[in-house]
């Protein structure tokens, strides 16, 4: 069936939708709703069979949808409505939620249903909620949905009637004053679900240090004790604040936009609030914690017999220069370790998406930034290209793309969760790459599969990965489950007899790479097309960027 996909951005459940759907052999097209001139348009050009909406902010045209079946997307049970559904679920401490596909009618969210799909909500921000379980669920009806259409025979069930048993629960908006923390009163169990159910849009407005700021993740901190609202130490960027019985780490901000004012964009911390700040203690985590230690930390090294588990989880996968920087030093530090097998990774939500654009953006320099970031990212692929004493795993348990799946296909084998989806390539963001990618991708793929990746820059779901090499496994398993599905796995190569031929094999194989054409010209040539689309003012990546990171749309339009 011919499938028009609209939704109001490009975002990780459309791009999954997508390449679930191209899986299939559906032929699909994207268009990003807002226009509803131009989605008259491209109605009438591409002719779909079917629109499917995953990811709305406005209603569709009533001459759509009238004319042609659209199904919409909405993140909550059957019977639930608004705007704010899975806030609100997070915010009320729900453990079990679900999704609905439904028709799109006269009312939003109130069509005839097509397919619901269960799932758990753990413990966990929305942002991450939404790439995991409830991205699950969505696929799982929507695929659903998708077929009971195509058979002709399906009768979608309405909202209301005596064989209906959802209640018509109706929820606005969840505005600031229902979010807003109470420092005095809340204890960090409710702060940090506050801050949970706001994650990444539209952060928590607070006051702090005399100005307004969207408070962004948290985690909870049980041993720092001080005044409600202190703001006790820094750690990695964030900021650990006093709650009533405990504390709280926050790891980013976003300034509240002056009316007239430019769009305002998330930040670490510590960066955000910069020589407003006061001295506080930076106390670092340990890297190696004891068994049992709940302490928050975004970096994890631990050991199981001859595996080592270097866990890593930046926010929204974008890593700075100083992320890079410290994940190469907990990486070298692993490499001391005893163990045969180096997991990578683990993490149930994004591996990486390579530079950090928002702290590219906010500094002083973007160019030079940009420049630091990359030769750090470069360093850190570098040094696992070049581990020949051990196996190193990258295990994606979310979403990577552009330098985040560069570094994972460093790695000798690349494992992912089924619901994973892989963006190999720059070109959105106007830039050629580095990484090695030169060197890494069309040695899984092939030089002609690697020239399509990058070039058509679409989305590719774990099993499309599967198929074209540029990932080795595929783990059918909840996102709670992956760390240690990986863990068991990895434990198990670690175990088998072949380990030790498979090291010195790799050795072998790396020298004789090195001989036919050194990683340094890789590098040297990837990084002089980089260098020029920095330095360049009138690049297309400075305005690209600019854009990307206030949410705003792209100066040209999408492929």
């Known amino acids: 069936m011919r499938i028009l996909l609209v939704a109001s951005a490009f975002n990780s459940l459309t791009q999954r939708v997508h390449a679930?759907?191209?899986?299939?052999?559906?032929?699909?097209?994207?268009?990003?709703?807002?226009?509803?001139?131009?989605?008259?348009?491209?109605?009438?050009?591409?002719?779909?069979?079917?629109?499917?909406?995953?990811?709305?902010?406005?209603?569709?045209?009533?001459?759509?949808?009238?004319?042609?079946?659209?199904?919409?997307?909405?993140?909550?049970?059957?019977?639930?409505?608004?705007?704010?559904?899975?806030?609100?679920?997070?915010?009320?401490?729900?453990?079990?939620?679900?999704?609905?596909?439904?028709?799109?009618?006269?009312?939003?969210?109130?069509?005839?249903?097509?397919?619901?799909?269960?799932?758990?909500?753990?413990?966990?921000?929305?942002?991450?909620?939404?790439r995991n379980e409830v991205s699950d669920a969505a696929v799982d009806a929507v695929l659903r949905a998708v077929r009971r259409f195509a058979s002709g025979t399906y009768t979608p069930r309405p909202q209301h009637g005596p064989d209906w048993r959802a209640l018509d629960h109706t929820r606005p908006y969840l505005r600031q004053e229902e979010r807003r923390i109470d420092w005095e009163r809340d204890t960090t169990d409710t702060v940090v679900r506050k801050l949970r159910a706001a994650d990444s849009r539209p952060g928590v407005l607070d006051r702090l240090l005399g100005g307004e700021w969207y408070l962004h993740g948290g985690h909870p901190?049980?041993?720092?004790?001080?005044?409600?609202?202190?703001?006790?130490?820094?750690?990695?960027?964030?900021?650990?604040?006093?709650?009533?019985?405990?504390?709280?780490?926050?790891?980013?901000?976003?300034a509240r936009r002056v009316p007239g004012g430019p769009a305002t964009f998330k930040l670490p911390?510590?960066?955000?609030?910069?020589?407003?700040?006061p001295r506080l203690p930076e106390l670092p985590a340990p890297l190696m914690p004891a068994a049992g230690d709940p302490g928050w930390s975004d970096l994890r090294y631990t050991e199981d017999g001859p595996v080592g588990?270097?866990?890593?989880?930046?926010?929204?996968?974008?890593?700075?220069?100083?992320?890079?920087?410290?994940?190469?030093?907990?990486?070298?530090?692993?490499?001391?370790?005893?163990?045969?097998?180096?997991?990578?990774?683990?993490?149930?939500?994004?591996?990486?998406?390579?530079?950090h654009l928002n702290v590219i953006e906010a500094a002083a320099d973007p160019a030079a930034e940009s420049w630091a970031n990359i030769n750090a990212i470069d360093d850190l692929v570098e040094a696992v290209l070049t581990t020949t004493d051990r196996l190193v795993v990258a295990a994606l348990g979310g979403n990577a793309a552009a330098g985040g799946v560069m570094l994972a296909?460093?790695?000798?084998?690349?494992?992912?969760?089924?619901?994973?989806?892989?963006?190999?390539?720059?070109?959105l963001m106007g830039l050629h790459g580095s990484e090695y990618w030169t060197y890494t991708l069309p040695r899984?793929?092939?030089?002609?599969?690697?020239?399509?990746?990058?070039?058509?820059?679409?989305?590719?779901?774990?099993?499309?990965?599967?198929?074209?090499?540029l990932v080795d496994r595929v783990l059918p398993c909840a996102p709670q489950e992956f760390g240690g599905e990986a863990a068991r796995l990895a434990r198990l190569t670690?175990?088998?007899?072949?380990?030790?031929?498979?090291?010195?094999?790799?050795k072998a194989?790396?020298?004789?790479?090195?001989?036919?054409?050194?990683?340094?010209?890789?590098?040297?040539?990837?990084?002089?097309?980089?260098?020029?689309?920095?330095?360049?003012?009138?690049?297309p990546y400075h305005a690209l960027r600019a854009a990307f990171v206030r949410k705003l749309p792209a100066p040209a339009a999408r492929a």
Not at 519 to 532: G, I, P, S
């Open 20 to 130: 679930e759907l191209r899986d299939r052999r559906h032929p699909v097209e994207v268009h990003l709703a807002g226009d509803d001139g131009a989605l008259r348009t491209a109605v009438r050009r591409f002719a779909p069979d079917l629109v499917v909406a995953p990811m709305l902010t406005t209603a569709l045209p009533r001459d759509v949808w009238s004319t042609v079946t659209c199904l919409v997307v909405h993140p909550g049970p059957p019977g639930d409505r608004g705007p704010s559904a899975l806030d609100w679920a997070i915010h009320e401490g729900a453990d079990v939620w679900g999704v609905t596909v439904l028709q799109a009618d006269e009312v939003m969210d109130a069509g005839p249903v097509w397919a619901a799909t269960p799932c758990p909500l753990p413990p966990a921000a929305k942002s991450d909620l939404y």
């Open 221 to 254: 901190e049980r041993a720092l004790r001080g005044r409600p609202g202190e703001l006790l130490a820094t750690r990695a960027g964030a900021l650990c604040r006093a709650t009533a019985d405990g504390a709280v780490w926050i790891p980013e901000l976003r």
């Open 269 to 277: 911390a510590v960066t955000a609030l910069g020589e407003a700040l």
């Open 309 to 355: 588990l270097l866990r890593f989880s930046f926010p929204g996968g974008a890593m700075s220069t100083a992320h890079c920087r410290r994940l190469l030093d907990a990486y070298r530090f692993a490499l001391t370790r005893p163990t045969s097998v180096l997991v990578l990774g683990g993490g149930r939500d994004f591996f990486s998406n390579g530079i």
């Open 409 to 427: 296909l460093a790695a000798d084998e690349v494992w992912c969760r089924r619901g994973a989806v892989l963006n190999p390539h720059y070109r």
């Open 444 to 469: 899984r793929v092939g030089a002609a599969q690697a020239r399509r990746l990058t070039e058509r820059a679409l989305p590719v779901s774990a099993a499309a990965a599967l198929r074209t090499g």
């Open 494 to 506: 670690a175990a088998s007899p072949t380990v030790h031929g498979r090291i010195a094999a790799k």
């Open 509 to 539: 194989a790396r020298e004789a790479d090195e001989r036919a054409r050194p990683l340094a010209d890789h590098r040297a040539a990837e990084l002089a097309v980089m260098h020029a689309q920095f330095f360049d003012p009138h690049a």
